[in-house]
């Protein structure tokens, strides 16, 4: 068995393996979804007897039920059975941390179009049709929509949080200038392009067998179990992809999937429950909307003083996540710059909206565009190119390293993420051709910002931060992985199977992945916070040592081998022993150890180290690490129309060492994409009534392929091992990305304010549609006449 | 009776619901679950499918016998439409272990993130790489942006499915190409169908008291109307598609415009263009960029490739939306219609066929058979434009066309300086109908079409319009940019200001975009 072939286990492992950590290996799916096989929940095989479910929504969005008549319901074509209140054998609220999420309006109606009632029939259209039919009479009350009136009003889903370091007020107070401006920010879709969906079938011990396209199967299990009174083993949750998420499917998935439970439970017969999108779009939560006030003192070289930020999430009308959402938005309320004294408040404001809920950034988007506004702002009352106040203004150094909550901030990878851009993207010249095309051009004006991100990493809620995974190896060497993860898309199967690659030094290959299941790893957290593969890599790398580990001691015991001399390399297995060295295939191995009676199957766990916080202080280390990124955007802005176009955007992200450049590529270009749309196009409507009037695509326009910039540059930093101990170094980037929009929003006012030669902060609330981006130029070119010599009215 | 090709597989149909979907016929009959639902509105293009259609001498302006490709939204498109015609799903681009170009490209360029939109990704630039090859598609970037103009993607940013598109490009043949010949015969042999042959009422699918019925002649389809006053006219389904999929209607009987030979042509003479009522948009396209390139350009923006494939002229001014994006221009261009009813025909001029909102001049058994516009003659010139949140695949806010005639220019002092001998402006989006701004036109008319006449001319907008606020726009908005537009074209005609300091799309770095 002596092979010489292998010198050193450097040479081994160099370029030989296909599909290591750190190759730019396709999705492990891409291949299923170019051709249609890819099966999402509504294509699986349908049991036998499947009914369809969907529910009765209100007519309106505050009020007391006073008559419920689902007679002509229950008599309509198909109709099997309809649900309500009384039918729950268990829990009825599904909140998920705190209580306020009846599965069906409980007295009470707290938004348009939430549920009153289930219907399950032998279509999807005869459910639909049937629950129009419901005799509903409904004591209506007025809405409340405006999360300044309700916080005038006391209307809370969740007590007052603020953050203090030094005494802000004194510091403003001092400062040679000041400050103070608001900004609305508006909330977003998910718009994943496939829609809420759960299948169930009773099981044959009573329990429920669920397929749903959730982020946190685990809790679907959970809240599935306590709305049927079963224990929580009874219920098994199954989730192979989504199709698309971005924190939408988070909590949001569970109650689609227990209205078909318990309809499951009352026919005993499968049943299937997939929200038509304009429901989904009604009844589904959003990206939170904010009101935003900053103050702030500064110097005359732009260096922040002190900064008091209020921000008011509109929570609508439940807590769901919302704590830990305006919480992340005040963790953010910095971004990456350093605040000598500050003081963040952050109010959770109800109103009678679907509830808030995840959304990629989770709240840090909307707490970092109010400090990046300030810079805008404060550059501009300096004549200052904003570029440079925010450079001033960066984490820097020993002294300038803490945050508003305490936690050092190691700012070296931040100062070289947006040095390099500056230089790649040839910021100061663009800043001049723009000028000077601004001074020539009347009617159509640039503009042009650079804007960074520094985004905490880890869940806020620290038991969160665990997960588990389970591999088995097979005698002929294939293996099975599973993990708490989930796959909506961003690659985590790919990015973990890759890790287990590595390991075992096998080719990707042989490496087979299955869909997340609550059987095999259990009590998982979501796939959410862009904690995927920190978590689930890790705990996929445990197992996999475990294996390695019981395979080497096989072979010390078993084969004689020396300890130190076994090598696993390009799908080898090298030892020595007595009778020299030797070589085996890792599938020998496999087999040779299981004839030995070696178990070839493990589980594998991982909990995120260092992080502690105490909310009553407001202090503590949150995150373990920070992720960072820039971005460079420039705009075009028709001044007769406030029509505008990105023109050129560039990037520089930090992914420590990447997991899988292309992979992490991706994320950072669909953020930023996403992120934009946000910003710009993604315009949520209601009416005086509390009803949702973008249920579609038609009014709700999320960004096309023609919105993209034409020149969209996307670099990630190279040789910038993250310096905590991630997996393989790398920083998660599921989330960071979307941030890097705000660039574009930024880039926005800075044409506007050209109109004013610069002297103007144009007010831009967001999503900057072509409308606003129209008043700002309005505001801006009548303030200037106004005011010739410049007034700053932010 | 239906026949359709699936695929390479013939599909004959005895009975189908009007209100049946190709989608649902995918998905719910056939169990072929590669195509998805994304929104079952034609606003997301998970559901694209490719249409194969052979066009001929009904349609002047094809060449006769070959295969034409376009992608369609299966989720608003009539399964009974697809008489005739092939339909070609996501399963059947793979070739044993081989994927086809376009998806080897998907896969090399990590053009798909979660998948969910990726069928309807490839179909969309399975057509586009096949029209490409016939030369009836850019193959540039402008060119791939109007092919994926209706597929949303939430996950990659576009850039990746943007390059795969490019390097698809690469290759040049397919299991498609090679059997277009058989294909071509297939369907003509469908063309040719009995049913087909009894002229007046064509097709029929018949199923209890519900039917579809696919007349070939005029006459046939005014007999129709006038034995079924309930039933309800469809050419794209583009907007009738949304009442079965949104509002679960459940029609009884709905007459099919797409077979009909004087709605489908276009007849093109010295002084007008006559567009059939079915034509759709993306085949009116190559005339009107022919005669009218600021009315093509408008084309490019009204909805996506997918509802341009499938809607029609006829449709968007039978639809009498106010905020239909093709009336303003035909007002502006003083069109008229050819309305056929069993009585006969008459012609009627735009204006006055929008009576309110959604209220048309048509009479009971009528259908607009045709749309006739005149050409433009020296001296005049035809300005477009539309406003709305998002470029590609939205609703105008607002949209506003300008036909201007001047004098002749006698003393050289540039095109467009001379005296505006006629105008006429007309909007969308502005009030409850697609209207003229006739006071506005009056204060231009005898002018030179200078920036202080058009400021004048500015603050008589608001007697023609009182427009409202709405999801897309404010009132005050939609007011103050109507205005800025008129300054716009004045500036436009002008001729002072360089093109990148025009028009958004004027830079060197977007240029491609017209």
């Not at chain 1, 590529?665 to 509390?690: A, C, H, N, P, S």
């Not at chain 2, 995918?26 to 679950?33: A, F, G, I």
Request: charged fraction near 20%; glycine fraction near 8%; proline fraction near 5%.
């Amino acid at each position: 068995m002596t092979d010489t072939r292998f010198k050193t286990d450097s040479a081994l492992k160099t370029n030989t393996l296909k599909g290591a950590t750190g190759q730019s290996m396709q999705h492990e799916s891409a291949v299923k979804h170019v051709t249609g096989a890819a099966q999402y929940v509504d294509d699986l095989a349908e049991p036998r007897q499947l009914l369809h479910a969907a529910v009765g929504q209100s007519p309106v969005a505050c009020g007391i039920i006073r008559t419920l008549d689902l007679s002509a319901v229950l008599a309509a074509p198909g109709v099997a059975a309809v649900l309500t209140l009384a039918d729950i054998p268990g829990h009825i609220d599904i909140g998920p941390v705190f209580p306020g999420d009846p599965i069906l309006a409980d007295g009470a109606v707290k938004f348009h179009g939430q549920p009153l009632f289930a219907v399950a029939a032998d279509t999807l259209d005869n459910a639909r049709r049937a629950a129009l039919l419901a005799h509903v009479e409904i004591e209506e009350a007025p809405p409340l929509l405006d999360p300044q009136e309700a916080i005038a009003r006391n209307q809370t889903v969740r007590p007052v949080h603020t953050m203090q370091r030094g005494d802000a007020a004194a510091a403003i107070a001092k400062a040679p200038h000041v400050l103070e401006a608001s900004l609305s920010v508006g909330g977003q879709e998910h718009y994943y392009l496939e829609g809420q969906v759960s299948m169930v079938a009773p099981t044959e011990d009573g329990g429920m067998q669920v397929w749903c396209s959730t982020q946190h199967p685990s809790e679907v299990q959970k809240l599935v179990a306590e709305v049927l009174h079963l224990p929580i083993g009874a219920v098994t949750v199954e989730t192979r992809r989504m199709g698309g998420a971005f924190g939408g499917k988070e909590t949001h998935a569970a109650q689609w999937a227990c209205l078909a439970a318990l309809l499951a439970n009352k026919t005993r017969r499968p049943v299937k429950m997939r929200l038509p999108r304009a429901m989904d779009m009604m009844l589904t939560g959003k990206r939170h909307a904010f009101e935003n006030r900053y103050r702030v003192g500064f110097d005359d070289s732009g260096l922040l003083l002190g900064a008091d930020i209020t921000v008011i999430g509109n929570c609508g009308c439940s807590p769901d996540l919302s704590d830990a959402i305006v919480d992340r938005a005040m963790f953010h309320a910095d971004n990456a710059y350093f605040l000598p004294s500050a003081t963040i408040t952050g109010h959770r404001a109800f109103t009678n909206m679907v509830s808030a809920t995840a959304f990629r950034g989770f709240g840090g988007p909307q707490g970092m565009l109010i400090i990046e506004k300030a810079m805008d702002d404060m550059a501009r009352a300096l004549g200052k190119d904003p570029l440079e106040v925010r450079k001033r203004n960066l984490y820097q150094g020993p002294d300038r390293n803490l945050t508003p909550y305490h936690q050092t901030v190691s700012s070296e990878t931040l100062t070289k993420v947006i040095q390099e851009l500056e230089i790649s993207s040839d910021y100061w010249a663009r800043r001049q051709q723009i000028s000077d095309y601004n001074a020539g051009s009347p009617l159509l004006k640039k503009g042009l910002a650079l804007t960074p991100v520094k985004f905490g990493i880890s869940f806020t809620v620290q038991h969160l931060n665990q997960a588990g995974a389970l591999i088995h190896v097979y005698t002929d060497g294939s293996i099975h992985l599973n993990h708490g993860g989930t796959e909506m898309g961003q690659g985590l199967n790919t990015k973990v199977a890759q890790v287990v690659a590595e390991e075992l030094q096998v080719d990707l290959q042989h490496i087979h992945i299955t869909a997340t299941r609550t059987d095999k790893v259990p009590n998982t957290s979501p796939t959410a916070a862009s904690s995927g593969a920190d978590l689930n890599g890790q705990a996929a790398r445990d197992a996999a040592r475990t294996i390695r580990l019981r395979l080497a001691e096989y072979l010390v015991e078993q084969q004689g081998a020396l300890r130190d001399g076994i090598r696993f390399a390009n799908n080898q297995v090298q030892f020595e022993n007595s009778s020299g060295a030797h070589c085996m295939s890792f599938a020998e191995l496999a087999e040779a150890a299981y004839m030995a009676r070696v178990s070839l199957s493990a589980t594998g766990y991982y909990r995120t180290p260092k992080i502690h916080y105490n909310r009553s202080t407001a202090s503590g280390r949150p995150f373990f690490y920070y992720a960072t990124g820039a971005a460079v955007s420039e705009v075009l802005v028709d001044t007769l129309t406030g029509e505008y176009r990105v023109l050129r955007v560039d990037i520089l992200h930090d992914v420590g060492r990447s997991l899988n450049p292309a992979l992490d590529k991706g994320q950072v270009e669909g953020g930023f994409i996403q992120g934009m749309g946000w910003l710009t196009t993604e315009e949520l409507r209601w009416d005086e009534q509390g009803r949702l009037l973008t249920t579609g695509a038609a009014t709700y326009k999320i960004p096309t392929a023609a919105d993209i910039p034409p020149v969209f540059n996307v670099a990630l930093m190279e040789d910038q091992p993250n310096e905590e101990a991630t997996i393989y170094h790398s920083k998660a980037v599921g989330e960071p990305p979307f941030m890097l929009a705000i660039s574009v929003w930024s880039a926005l006012r800075d044409a506007i304010s050209s109109v004013a030669d610069y002297n103007i902060n144009p007010p831009l609330d967001t999503p900057a549609t072509p409308e606003r981006v129209f008043w700002a130029i309005q505001a801006a070119q009548q303030a200037a006449a106004t005011h010739p010599n410049g007034a700053n009215t932010p | 009776m239906i026949q359709f090709l699936l695929n390479d597989q013939t599909v004959t149909l005895h009975a189908v619901a009007p209100s049946m979907s190709v989608l649902q016929y995918l998905r719910t009959v056939l169990v072929q679950v590669g195509t998805k639902e994304g929104c079952a509105a034609g606003d997301c293009g998970a559901c694209t499918v490719v249409l194969g259609e052979v066009w001929d001498e009904l349609h002047p302006q094809g060449q006769q016998s070959a295969l034409h490709y376009k992608a369609v939204n299966a989720c608003i498109t009539p399964l009974a439409s697809l008489h005739g015609k092939q339909l070609i799903t996501i399963e059947h681009l793979q070739q044993g272990d081989s994927l086809h170009p376009v998806q080897q490209a998907m896969v090399d360029c990590h053009g798909s993130q979660c998948g969910f939109c990726t069928p309807g990704i490839v179909m969309s630039l399975l057509a586009w790489w096949l029209s490409v090859g016939q030369g009836t598609a850019s193959a540039d970037r402008h060119g791939i942006e109007l092919a994926l103009s209706g597929n949303l993607c939430r996950c990659t940013g576009y850039q990746p499915i943007i390059e795969a598109a490019q390097q698809a490009l690469a290759s040049t043949d397919d299991h498609f190409r090679q059997q277009q010949a058989d294909v071509v015969q297939q369907l003509q042999a469908l063309q040719g169908d009995p049913m087909d042959d009894q002229g007046d009422t064509g097709s029929e699918a018949m199923q209890q008291n519900v039917q579809f019925f696919l007349p070939g002649s005029v006459s046939a389809l005014a007999r129709l109307l006038e034995a079924h006053p309930q039933a309800r006219l469809v050419a794209g389904a583009t907007d009738l598609g949304l009442e079965f999929t949104q509002q679960l209607a459940q029609p009884d009987t709905l007459i099919y415009t797409g077979r009909v030979q004087e709605l489908t042509q276009v007849i093109d003479t010295p002084e007008q263009l006559i567009i059939g009522a079915a034509v759709t948009y993306s085949n009116a396209q190559p005339f009107l960029r022919k005669y009218f390139p600021a009315f093509a350009d408008l084309l490019n923006r009204l909805g996506s490739l997918q509802i341009r494939n499938q809607g029609t002229l006829g449709g968007n001014v039978a639809n009498a939306s106010p905020i239909g994006d093709t009336p303003p221009v035909l007002l502006a261009l003083a069109a008229k219609l050819k309305l056929t009813g069993t009585q006969g025909s008459r012609e009627l001029a735009i204006e006055d066929f929008f009576n309110g909102y959604r209220q048309t001049a048509l009479r009971a058994g009528e259908c607009i058979e045709s749309i006739i516009i005149p050409k433009l003659s020296a001296n005049t010139t035809l300005q477009v434009y539309k406003i709305s949140k998002r470029f590609e695949d939205d609703i105008s806010a607002l949209c506003l066309a300008i036909w201007i005639q001047r004098e002749p220019d006698a003393g050289g002092s540039g095109a467009g300086r001379s005296t505006v001998q006629a105008i006429r402006i007309a909007c969308g989006g502005m009030a409850a109908i697609p209207k003229r701004a006739r006071a506005t036109e009056q204060v231009l008319q005898g002018t030179l079409f200078s920036t202080a006449d058009v400021d004048r001319a500015k603050a008589t907008l608001s007697q023609d319009f009182q427009p409202i606020d709405d999801v897309r726009a404010s009132a005050a908005y939609r007011l103050a940019v109507a205005g800025n537009l008129l300054s716009r074209a004045q500036l436009e005609l002008d001729q002072t200001l360089a093109p990148e300091k025009l028009s958004l799309f004027g830079t060197a770095e977007v240029a491609a975009h017209d």
